[in-house]
């Protein structure tokens, strides 16, 4: 994948459980105070590109994709209106 298109399903709701997990809230770090995490497979997503990867994290921010600290990853997505994981 190398365009941005191509991760529109981290933000647009067509495959559920994506959050971001804030791993440095040091807002001097940007962006990579964030990984893509899917809460409800229990696996994180690597973007090589680390322009895309920026492009990624600000679009699921401005869609309102959870934010949630590493202590937070094992529950429910908060996104989930039924409240299971």
Not at 2 to 24: I, K, R
Request: glycine share 8%; with cysteine; hydrophobic share 40%.
């Amino acid at each position: 994948m190398s365009d941005l298109a191509d991760h529109a399903y981290l933000w647009d709701g067509s495959e559920p459980g994506w959050c971001l997990v804030q791993v440095n809230p040091d807002k001097s770090l940007g962006m990579s105070a964030f990984a893509i995490y899917n809460r409800k497979h229990a696996h994180a997503l690597i973007i090589e590109d680390d322009e895309i990867y920026a492009q990624v994290i600000e679009r699921m921010l401005a869609a309102g994709c959870p934010v949630v600290s590493p202590t937070d990853m094992s529950g429910p997505d908060p996104g989930d209106p039924s409240g299971v994981s």
